[in-house]
């Protein structure tokens, strides 16, 4: 994703002199020494271990698949995120956006029933984009019309969109008598598709086109160099004529459309139906993804990846070898902080 | 007796551009060394090599007898190096006493608060700062931050001073009390490196002078005896003539009106301009001139009155808006403003064009046009760069000075706004951009000049104002200027 009147060639050829895909290698690597030394100290070899994790990636077409389907929402909201990130606005909102998401995939699905499959799958990805939209919207027009931090609007936000998960749970979209908070579960027909043979369900499709869309965008396009210098100077922006609050509105309401779109995937790609709960946590992920990816859009698809990948082959390796699961979490926090502390750029 | 400092074949090399190709400089004790050169001729980066901030690619430094390689600022300043940044590193919230303490050793652990304040005190007299220990440094002027700097300096024993374009941002009075202090400096003994562009200035203070040009010494002598002209030839290689102002006609239409203009600290105001005219803004900076310019480009909110451009109403237009009316705008503060530093050159020239041609075609950027026009303006204004792909923050203080102007002129605004146009720039930069100013002028535009340095504002303008406590307190024909009644109205309502 060149650009020459940006500062990515210059910073790209800085980067390069200074060898940041070594440091990066270097940082996986230590991450994984790291690891070796904790697994060994749960009494487990830690050759076996990672073999578990390597074949619970790449192990079988269906477990390629299912690293690709944890992939997917990173990938959604975390391009979401760096386009945020790149304007100034600190958006951690993408849990709350992503549970709107479900809800409004859920309640298409099931409060309009009857609709022929390709209709039905439109509306409901249409729907999730709007809720999270919407729900992007309402934390936008706090922060600016009453000059609430984002930061704080965009996460409390978040513990509101999970409440009304179990609002619409316990209400319209429920499935009584299930013992726990879902949805009734959705008709086969309006599955999301999923690829033959490797399962993979058609988010991370969306999710590459997306990233590769804010990517043109940010690069290539008047609005693009706006939301860049907004990010780098407020004055300079509000000198160049750029409206601070417009441009907040456009990065806000793209990101919680394809936050909102990463939650209806999960639920009419991968659960099928509403789960209470099924949001929480993601929102930090692509937070991580987004800062991995250096708020390059295009470069949040491999981060997104190889977050996605690692978690699958954790998830795995517990399930193999019974690798105590905080152990999963602790490996891969190390793995994102060295990795971040090997990337970060030098003041 | 051995020099205090030695400086012998520096080299320091960004890429292709060698900003520094075998230096060799020397300081005295008790002595103060003009170092002149225009835009990009190397000066501050040989000061930040010699402060350790970068390492060179060849050469050696020999500071009080002992050889100074491969050190840290921290270190230079252990050794007896201080460095007066243009941005200072003052806690704004903290007192003057406490930001002279940040980080000082010989504090000591405890804070011995009234020790401390008592030789501030007596130092500040010695050396005429007139600084209060117990003053907040947010309230102060930026001259008086700056004495905190030198003051910072001169406790922590520091032998040698550089100053890097020490009286760029400051108003006449400060300046004067700056040289005053600095030859105070020199009386005690200290060895002094004094960057500026001001010709007054170094032949008024300095012992001798020492020319870079493309990075290497062009030439050096003592001050005394020499006079501007001879100094100018020496950094420009030419003569640089005055301006010629042969005086506008003004007797375009009106373009600019200002009527009862009123908003945070200025006003209420009138003011009018007509096409062809140059209005020179006189006055003590910080008495509402940031206000009246940001006003006018539309930063700011007016709270009363109101602003025709070209007979339209303005006044609560947005800045994209005035743009569009034909009005351009060079602002004072460079730094986070006027220019986005960790942007290309070729993006700072577009910064205010970005949704037009040649820098956009239907509704996307354009890549070829773009580089095609910021090569030519590149040319035109002589903006030293290897590549428009160089962000603007390496570049040299003049040379990003270059590209706001380049921008704002490159549009043929109806109306310019300039204020401090030429603050960083070189005699021959500046002679240029005077010439560019009055080329406007010829072309029918109105040019609103604010500067703090009268000798500048009398050169160019048709007709003189001068802003006093946020108000115009008069305005005279160039013709007719009587120095006397000028210096009445700035002192009079100035704060
Ligand atoms: N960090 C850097 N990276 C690349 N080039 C640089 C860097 N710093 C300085 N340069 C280049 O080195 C040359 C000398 O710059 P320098 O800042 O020393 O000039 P200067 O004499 O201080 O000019 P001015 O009077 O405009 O302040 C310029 O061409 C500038 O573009
Ligand atoms: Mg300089």
Same mark, same amino acid.
């Given at each position: ?347 | ?209 020492? !020319?870079?040009?493309? @990075? /290497?010494?062009?030439?050096? =002598?003592? *001050?005394?005896?020499?006079?501007? #002209?001879? $100094? &100018? ?73 109101? !602003?025709?451009?070209? @007979? /339209?109403?303005?006044?609560? =237009?947005? *800045?994209?808006?005035?743009?569009? #009316?034909? $009005? &351009? ?167």
């Amino acid at each position: 994703m060149s650009d020459a009147l940006s500062a990515t060639p210059a910073t790209r050829i800085a980067l390069r002199r200074q060898g940041l895909l070594p440091r990066i290698l270097g940082a996986v690597l230590l991450s994984f020494i790291i690891a070796a030394l904790l697994i060994a100290l749960t009494g487990h070899n830690p050759l076996t271990a990672f073999a578990a994790m390597l074949g619970g990636v790449f192990g079988s077409p269906y477990q390629i698949g299912e690293a690709l389907n944890r992939t997917s929402p990173y990938l959604l909201a975390g391009s979401g995120v760096a386009l945020c990130f790149r304007a100034g606005v600190i958006n951690i909102g993408a849990d709350g956006q992503i549970a709107m998401g479900g809800i409004g995939a859920a309640g298409v699905v099931l409060l309009w029933p009857g609709q022929p499959g390709l209709l039905s799958a439109v509306a409901a990805i249409i729907g999730a984009a709007l809720c999270g939209a919407a729900w992007a919207g309402i934390a936008t027009a706090i922060h600016l019309g009453r000059r609430v931090h984002e930061v704080l609007v965009t996460l409390l936000l978040n513990f509101v969109a999970l409440l009304l998960v179990q609002l619409a749970l316990a209400g319209p979209l429920g499935q009584p008598g299930a013992g726990f908070l879902q949805s009734r579960p959705l008709p086969r027909a309006d599955w999301l598709w999923r690829a033959p043979h490797v399962f993979f369900h058609g988010g991370i499709i969306l999710g590459v086109i997306a990233a590769l869309a804010l990517s043109v965008l940010l690069w290539k396009t008047p609005f693009g160099f706006a939301i860049r210098v907004t990010g780098q100077s407020r004055r300079a922006a509000a000198y160049a004529g750029f409206s601070a609050a417009g441009i907040t509105w456009g990065v806000m309401l793209t990101a919680g459309g394809l936050a909102g779109i990463a939650g209806g995937t999960e639920v009419l790609g991968l659960h099928h139906r509403l789960i209470e709960g099924f949001s929480t946590g993601f929102g930090f992920k692509a937070v991580t993804v987004a800062l991995l990816g250096a708020l390059e859009p295009a470069a949040v698809i491999p981060a997104a990846l190889f977050v996605g990948l690692l978690e699958s082959g954790a998830l795995s390796m517990q399930r193999q070898i019974g690798v105590p699961s905080a152990l999963v979490v602790v490996i891969e926090g190390i793995t994102m902080l060295l990795i971040l502390a090997a990337t970060v750029r030098r003041a | 007796m051995a020099a205090l400092l030695e400086m012998r074949g520096i080299v320091k090399c960004f890429g292709a551009v060698r900003a520094n190709d075998g230096i060799d400089l020397d300081a005295q004790a008790g002595e103060i060394v003009g170092l002149l050169g225009e835009n990009g001729s190397g000066k501050s980066t040989l000061m930040k090599l010699l402060f350790g901030m970068m390492p060179p690619d060849a050469g050696g430094i020999v500071f009080r007898g002992r050889e100074l390689s491969d050190h840290n600022p921290r270190m230079a300043a252990e050794a007896g190096i201080a460095m007066i940044h243009q941005h200072f590193t003052l806690v704004e919230a903290m007192t003057v006493a406490e930001n002279i303490m940040l980080g000082w050793q010989d504090a000591g652990w405890r804070l011995k608060r009234r020790e401390i304040a008592d030789r501030i005190r007596e130092t500040s007299r010695r050396l005429g700062l007139e600084l209060d220990p117990s003053a907040r440094v947010g309230d102060l002027s930026l001259g008086r931050r700056q004495r905190i700097e030198i003051l910072k300096a001169v406790l922590r024993d520091a032998e040698l001073l550089i100053l890097d374009e020490p009286t760029s941002n400051l108003a006449p009075p400060e300046v004067a009390e700056l040289l005053a202090i600095l030859r105070h400096l020199r009386a005690e003994g200290k060895g002094i490196i004094f960057i500026t562009h001001k010709l007054p200035e170094v032949l008024d203070v300095c012992d001798r002078v020492v !020319v870079l040009r493309a @990075g /290497r010494v062009a030439g050096f =002598a003592p *001050v005394a005896g020499a006079d501007r #002209a001879t $100094l &100018a030839r020496m950094m420009v290689g030419r003569d640089v003539p005055a301006p010629q102002n042969l005086s506008g006609s003004g007797t375009g239409a009106t373009r600019l009106s200002v009527s009862g203009l009123g908003g945070a600290g200025i006003g209420p105001m009138d003011l009018t301009l007509s096409g062809g005219e140059i209005l020179g803004l006189a006055g003590v900076d910080g008495n509402g001139q940031l206000e009246l310019a940001e006003t006018l480009a539309g930063l700011r909110a007016a709270t009363g009155g109101s !602003v025709m451009l070209d @007979g /339209r109403d303005i006044t609560h =237009a947005s *800045v994209s808006a005035r743009m569009t #009316a034909g $009005l &351009a705008y060079i602002p004072a503060d460079r730094s986070s403003t006027a220019l986005v530093r960790g942007m290309t050159i070729a993006a700072n020239l577009m910064l205010r064009d970005s949704a037009r041609p040649p820098y956009a075609r239907r509704g996307w950027l354009t890549k070829r046009a773009t580089q095609t026009r910021a090569a030519a303006l590149m040319q035109g204004f002589d903006i030293r760069a290897p590549s428009p792909a160089v962000p603007a923050g390496r570049l040299s203080g003049g040379n990003q000075q270059k590209i706001v102007i380049a921008r704002e002129l490159d549009r043929n605004p109806g109306l310019l706004i300039a204020h401090q146009p030429t603050w960083g720039l070189d005699p021959g930069a500046t002679h240029f951009v005077m010439e560019r100013m009055l080329a406007l002028r010829a072309a029918g535009a109105a040019v609103l000049y604010i500067s703090s340095e009268l000798e500048e504002v009398l050169a160019i303008s048709d007709r003189v104002a001068v802003l006093a406590g946020g108000a115009i307190a008069g305005i005279m024909p160039r013709g007719g200027v009587d120095m006397a009644q000028l210096g009445l109205w700035m002192s009079g309502r100035a704060a």
